[in-house]
């Protein structure tokens, strides 16, 4: 069941948002595929909805209709010290002690580690490969690290061919 939360900024709703609209014990949920602003009155909005199954589409206009969105899942922002990445790849840093984490808005936020962290990981990762190999558990009695163990490695650790 999906949450909704109110929306009276109509200007904020672009083509292609699911939109619940309500009036009079009427409801109706779609996707907006058209917006419409009234050209005298600039504070004025129409939007134009689909509704799954149906043919027609719905003009909603302000203020009969009450419209609510879907609500946005809680953000977890990182609070552990280090170093981190926004999603526009811009660093931040959270001091040891620090009593506030990052902004939501620019999240999901990646924590960068030093490479000996991350060697430390992958050199796991291939004393696995080689224990498996020494003691015969590979499949089809293969003996060596194939390209699939370092695939593997490497997707783990993110590294990619670009």
């Known amino acids: 069941m999906t949450d909704w939360t109110p929306q009276d900024d109509w200007s904020l709703l672009k083509v292609g948002d699911t ?12 996707k907006v595929i058209d917006r419409y ?17 149906l043919v027609d589409s719905f003009r909603l206009d302000r203020p009969e209709w009450q419209l609510s969105v879907p609500a946005k ?4 922002l990182p609070t552990e010290p280090g170093h981190y990445l926004d999603r526009e790849g811009n ?5 040891k002690g620090a009593t506030s984490s990052l902004p939501e808005e ?3 936020y990646t924590r960068l580690e030093p490479v000996a962290v991350t060697a430390k990981k992958v ?8 224990q498996c190999m020494r003691d015969g558990t590979r499949p089809n009695g293969e003996f060596i690290i194939n390209t ?9 650790f993110g590294v990619s061919d670009d």
């Open 37 to 53: 602003r009234c050209p005298y009155d600039t504070e004025t909005y129409a939007l134009i909805v689909r509704v799954a199954g």
């Open 19 to 30: 939109v619940r609209a309500e009036r009079e014990g009427c409801v109706i949920t779609g």
């Open 148 to 156: 699939n163990d370092i695939d593997k490695i490497a997707t783990r």
């Open 91 to 95: 660093g931040w840093h959270i001091r």
């Open 73 to 76: 899942p809680a953000v977890e």
């Open 123 to 130: 050199l796991q990762d291939v004393r696995i490969a080689l």
């Open 106 to 108: 620019w999240a999901p």
